[in-house]
């Protein structure tokens, strides 16, 4: 039986040959394609993207990611007051930052999957964002390769332990890069 290469981390999944994050297929779902430009935010069944944003304007690009459908319903962003840090309520699910010229925040929401994400995944993926932030590589996330070897690389990661996952994320990135 051939091995296969991993080709989702959480939200973040190989569609149809690039790297989406959100569900395309479901009804009216929103998902953001990233792309060696910048990201594009679009709608199932419309041809145009909604929005697009090129890597250079971002300041600061982070990403959140609810693990269960219910946590973004009315009752999980209530149940989020007992889980600090959690990503829960409407935007649960969403990418968030800082444009520059003029500095503004931005963001945009996607779809969930059916799917449970798991615990470890939204970890390493709010952690390779994070990472990618810190350095100025946010760019990577526009290579198809680069980021389906990092992914590769995180996908076996199932720890709730949050320290741990960002050491295997800034680990993977050194190697890489190099």
Same mark, same amino acid.
């Given at each position: 039986?051939?091995?296969?290469?991993?080709?989702?981390?959480?939200?973040?999944?190989?569609?149809?040959?690039?790297?989406?994050?959100?569900?395309?297929?479901?009804?009216?779902?929103?998902?953001?394609?990233?792309?060696?430009?910048?990201?594009?935010?679009?709608?199932?069944? #419309?041809?145009?993207?909604?929005?697009?944003?090129?890597? @250079?304007?971002?300041?600061?690009?982070?990403?959140?990611?609810?693990?269960?459908?219910?946590?973004?319903?009315?009752?999980?962003?209530?149940?989020?007051?007992?889980?600090?840090?959690?990503?829960?309520?409407?935007?649960?699910?969403?990418?968030?930052?800082?444009?520059?010229?003029?500095? #503004?925040?931005? @963001?945009?929401?996607?779809?969930?999957?059916?799917? @449970?994400?798991?615990?470890?995944?939204?970890?390493v993926l709010k952690a390779l964002f994070d990472q990618l932030?810190?350095?100025?590589?946010? #760019?990577?996330?526009?290579?198809?390769?680069?980021?389906?070897?990092?992914?590769?690389?995180?996908?076996?990661?199932? @720890?709730?332990?949050?320290?741990?996952?960002?050491?295997?994320?800034? #680990?993977?990135?050194?190697?890489?890069?190099?």
């Open positions: 039986m051939p091995l296969t290469t991993p080709q989702q981390l959480g939200p973040l999944e190989l569609t149809e040959g690039q790297w989406v994050i959100g569900d395309p297929t479901r009804k009216e779902g929103l998902y953001v394609v990233l792309t060696p430009e910048g990201l594009e935010q679009h709608r199932r069944g #419309e041809a145009s993207p909604q929005e697009s944003v090129r890597w @250079s304007q971002f300041v600061e690009l982070g990403v959140r990611a609810g693990c269960k459908n219910w946590h973004l319903t009315r009752f999980g962003g209530l149940a989020g007051a007992f889980a600090p840090g959690a990503d829960m309520g409407r935007d649960g699910c969403s990418l968030q930052g800082i444009l520059r010229h003029p500095y #503004e925040h931005w @963001s945009v929401r996607y779809t969930h999957h059916e799917r @449970s994400y798991t615990g470890g995944h939204v970890i932030d810190e350095a100025k590589a946010l #760019e990577r996330l526009g290579d198809p390769r680069w980021l389906g070897a990092a992914v590769a690389e995180l996908s076996p990661f199932t @720890s709730w332990y949050a320290p741990k996952g960002t050491r295997l994320v800034e #680990e993977t990135i050194r190697g890489l890069i190099a």
